[in-house]
């Protein structure tokens, strides 16, 4: 069976798409330097699907690491999570984040050069779709970088574009994610940030736990039914899937191929209809204040999926109600994380 680097494994959405590939009989090789991570969420991995990862603590802008790691085994593909990810976080700190994700996507580039690897599948971000298109986003909708951490997504996308130009070898998937959100139904791995969370799923689950007194709803007057802003949830196995499906496709294919997928659900929500499903989900209660809006934030964001429907047959599985309580199963049972 084909050997697959996963680049990030051990975070949030890598962990789950680990599984998946082992479940789906992939030999599993990962590189992570748990900046945002913990090697626990591996070692879960290993427990839920009774097989084993080879995992490599390095940062992946360490191209001798990465070069030892391609001497080492013979990889088929490469599916590239690894980068920092917090939006806000970027806008205070734009040279860390142009710094991880550029430096480490390159090196991780020239060494997959060298090993002769060309196969690719790399986490890009519905953040880069420009706002002023209306959604639903399609993958020929305009892109723009509205902040570094979006900016990093495009620069990258656009790295990636060229290559197929300059060698034929190359065979490039790129993955839209909208909100990815839940966790691993048996409630053993899920998203552990090592700060506050900011995003709306995991810092309802801290209300729910009694970590934080109340959510901060970001305004109710943006132009949407109820005020509150609108998003495309997608529960991570769902997207773990997604990531399989355009491997397959990698797989089959015998170079030039460069291709842009959306994962999302397909589905709107907003910030009042996620508080209430979760509530209804979990039967309990999550108090709330309205604040100003934050800022960056679109009204509405969610995707047309029916590029990756069409094309490779992929669709969601799980519900909202299966988000939230997954969700909050995933934080009940690991009220610190990992
Ligand atoms: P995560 O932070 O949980 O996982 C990222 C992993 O990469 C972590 O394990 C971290 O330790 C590792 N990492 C970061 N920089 C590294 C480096 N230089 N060398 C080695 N390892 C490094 O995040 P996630 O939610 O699993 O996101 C995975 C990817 O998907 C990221 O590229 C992110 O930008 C993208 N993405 C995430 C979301 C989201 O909302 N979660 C949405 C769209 C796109
Ligand atoms: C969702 C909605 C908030 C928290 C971010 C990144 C994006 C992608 C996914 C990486 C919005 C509201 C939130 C809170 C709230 N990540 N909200 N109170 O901003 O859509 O997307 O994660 O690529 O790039 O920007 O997700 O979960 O932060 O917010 O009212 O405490 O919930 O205003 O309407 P977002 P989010």
Redo the contacts with the bound molecule.
């Keep these: 069976m084909a050997t697959i680097l996963v680049t990030g494994g051990a975070g949030f959405i890598g962990s789950h798409t680990c599984l998946v590939l082992l479940e789906a009989d992939f030999e599993v090789v990962v590189i992570d330097n748990f900046c945002n991570s913990d090697r626990e969420s591996i070692k879960r991995v290993e427990a839920l699907s009774g097989k084993s990862i080879t995992l490599y603590q390095a940062d992946l802008s360490n191209t001798e690491a990465i070069r030892d790691v391609f001497i080492k085994h013979t990889i088929d593909a490469v599916i590239h999570f690894a980068g920092l ?1 917090s ?1 806000a976080e970027s806008c205070h700190d734009p040279i860390l984040y142009y710094a991880n994700n550029l430096q480490s996507t390159l090196a991780l580039l020239q060494e997959m050069t060298r090993a002769k690897v060309f196969n690719l599948i790399f986490s890009s ?3 880069i779709y420009d706002s002023l298109h209306p959604a639903p986003y399609q993958e020929k909708h305009p892109v723009i970088g509205k902040t570094p ?2 900016q990093t ?1 495009l620069m990258i996308e656009q790295i990636l574009s060229d290559l197929p130009q300059s060698d034929l070898n190359w065979n490039i998937s790129i993955l839209r ?1 909208f ?2 959100a839940g966790a691993h139904p048996s409630g053993m791995i899920g998203e552990s940030p090592k700060t506050t969370p ?4 995991p ?1 309802i689950s801290h209300v729910a736990a009694g970590k934080q007194a109340s ?5 109710n007057d943006y132009p949407t039914p109820d005020g ?2 609108i ?1 495309d949830y997608i529960h991570v196995m769902d997207l773990a899937q997604g990531h399989l499906f355009a491997l397959s496709e990698v797989l089959q294919q015998q170079g030039d191929f460069f291709e842009v997928y959306n994962l999302g659900s397909g589905k709107g929500y907003s ?1 009042l209809e996620i508080i209430k499903a979760f509530e209804e989900a979990n039967l309990i209660s999550i108090p709330y204040t309205v604040v100003e809006r ?1 800022t960056g ?1 679109v009204a509405i ?1 969610y995707a047309d999926t029916s590029k990756i429907e069409r094309r490779l047959g992929w669709q969601t599985h799980y519900t909202l109600p299966e988000i939230c309580q997954d969700a909050w199963n995933w934080q009940k049972q690991n009220p610190s994380g990992f």
């Design positions: 990810k939006v971000s519905a953040t951490y979006g997504k994610y909100n990815p900011s995003n709306l799923l810092f959510l901060r709803v970001f305004g509150t802003g998003r910030v934050r934030d964001s």
